[in-house]
């Protein structure tokens, strides 16, 4: 089936598209619902990163106004929601999560390109007022340069808005690299970013070996920022890779949320918000919950609650409309599901909701049967590291401080949710949590005019709201007699 906005899947640099030729590498996406291939996209070679690299640093020369900037922000916000079916299908098709949530996607994503040029006025020159030391000052927000985009597939669209709506704003080129397993929808917004007539010499697309473009944007001296979404061992190697340069890294890496149910909350309203929380991108979202933290004396009504709603959520193609959940993106990412479940039933975990995971057909068809358990433990795999999959653990506590230094029991420190009725004392808890995201009452994960990002190993830097731009300029200070 051919897919919208996709006469030609392959790579962008310098503002072309490159030819295929039959020699070269390529890398093959398929559909994770059905295994049907829907593309095979040429592969960068390493001369073709870094005339990406040089092309995009050659456009710096032409800075463009912050008008400018306003009218491409718009232009393809805009070109995002004409075509939100379009790339919402390829969404779909290529991560494999339900067609509502490719929609809700390309509308998020659109969010940040129009979030992104409400803010421009804040580049312009502030002036320091009147004389300091006898001269007149005033501070610049300079485009920091070529920055390198790298992007994961839970999110084909929106994962890189993020970056690539506040480094368009910030007036800097770029050079793109998605995920091997998902790169269509980048391909599709290149095309209508073409259709808009903007300069593409300045944004440049690249795919192939993973390890080899990260190097080069890390090792080449007219990449200035590194902006990454991934696993913290990645990330962990950017920051290793860049020191030499002395890059500025903006890093968002995984993460171990905790949904923490105090006995004074609203549990059946605590239930639907963990539910629609927990089952987006069948559970592979960085800002999930991998772990529910769950007072006892309201455990096993609540353990109820939730076990009645995800008992009704269907999985399937991501394409039948009626499905709630679809499949896991591959086979690496069902056993580890899988290895989790099994481990945890094995040390005394309860399985109340949740049949065997059947074998996958093959890297495809990965479809995990929605799952809730009880009697978790801390110490199980499963609460220790980010399972990324539909899965519901539960772990009781019985004090507040038990309950609060759970949460915290993690290197990771990017989102937690916390449910209580008590105003007061859920001010004084948050205070305690080190999570850059904190839902209260809510399980709504980020939006484009708030800062996004997280505490310890879950990285540093912020995407979305004005501290999200601001990763992409360069602060110059300008001293006059
Ligand atoms: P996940 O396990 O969720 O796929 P990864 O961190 O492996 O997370 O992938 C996130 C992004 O990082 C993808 O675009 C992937 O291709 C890229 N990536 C993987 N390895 C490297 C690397 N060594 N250097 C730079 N980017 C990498």
Redesign the pocket.
């Known amino acids: 089936m051919a897919l919208p906005l996709l006469d030609n899947a392959t790579i962008s640099i310098a503002g072309c598209w490159v030819s295929s030729s039959a020699n070269e590498p390529r890398i093959a996406v398929v559909d994770p619902a059905s295994g049907e291939p829907l593309a095979r996209v040429l592969c960068a070679t390493a001369d073709l990163v870094i005339k990406g690299i040089e092309a995009a640093e050659q456009s710096l020369a032409d800075e463009p106004s912050l008008a400018e900037r306003r009218r491409w922000l718009v232009g393809i916000a805009e070109a995002m929601v004409t075509h939100r079916e379009a790339i919402a299908t390829i969404i779909t098709r290529e991560n494999g999560k339900p067609l509502r949530e490719g929609r809700v996607e390309a509308e998020y994503a659109a969010g940040f390109f129009r979030f992104f040029a409400t803010q421009l006025d804040h580049l312009e020159t502030q002036k320091r007022p009147g004389e300091l030391k006898g001269l007149h000052w005033s501070v610049r927000h300079r485009p920091a340069g070529v920055v390198g985009l790298?992007?994961?597939?839970n999110f084909p669209i929106a994962m890189l808005a993020k970056k690539l709506a506040a480094a368009m704003a910030a007036g800097c080129a770029v050079v793109v690299?998605?995920?091997?397993l998902t790169p269509l929808t980048t391909i599709a917004l290149w095309h209508l970013m073409e259709g808009l007539g903007l300069p593409m010499k300045r944004f440049n697309l690249v795919l192939g070996n993973?390890?080899e473009?990260?190097r080069i944007l890390c090792e080449h001296p007219a990449v200035r920022i590194i902006s990454?979404t991934?696993?913290t061992g990645?990330g962990r190697?950017?920051i290793e890779q860049s020191a030499a340069g002395v890059k500025r890294l903006s890093l968002e890496l995984g993460g171990n949320a905790p949904c923490i149910v105090l006995p004074d909350a609203d549990l059946p309203k605590a239930a639907d918000a963990l539910v629609a929380n927990k089952f987006r991108c069948a559970g592979q979202t960085c800002v999930c919950t991998n772990r529910v933290l769950v007072h006892r004396d309201v455990a096993d009504a609540f353990a109820e609650l939730v076990a009645e709603r995800v008992r009704k959520l269907k999985v399937g193609t991501g394409m039948d409309e009626s499905n709630d959940i679809g499949p896991l993106i591959n086979r690496a990412g069902f056993d580890k599901v899988a290895r989790h479940v099994s481990e945890a039933i094995a040390a005394g975990a309860r399985r109340i909701v949740g049949d065997e995971p059947k074998t996958p057909p093959g890297d495809y068809g990965c479809f995990f049967p929605p799952t809730v358990l009880t009697h978790v433990t801390p110490d199980m795999l499963i609460s220790r590291e980010e399972t990324f999959g539909p899965v519901i653990p539960i772990i009781t506590f019985s004090t507040i401080d038990e309950g609060i230094s759970l949460a915290n029991g993690t290197p990771a420190g990017l989102a937690a949710y916390l449910f209580t009725g008590d105003a007061k004392q859920a001010e004084a808890i948050i205070a305690r949590l080190h999570f850059g995201h904190v839902g209260l009452n809510t399980a709504a994960g980020p939006t484009p005019e708030a800062p996004f990002g997280g505490m310890k190993q879950s990285g540093f830097g912020r995407e979305g709201g004005l501290e999200g731009l601001l990763e992409f300029c360069e602060v110059q200070t300008v001293v006059r007699a």
Do not use: H, N
């Open positions: 790298i992007t994961p597939w690299k998605p995920a091997e993973p390890a473009i990260g990454f991934g696993s990645v190697k950017l």
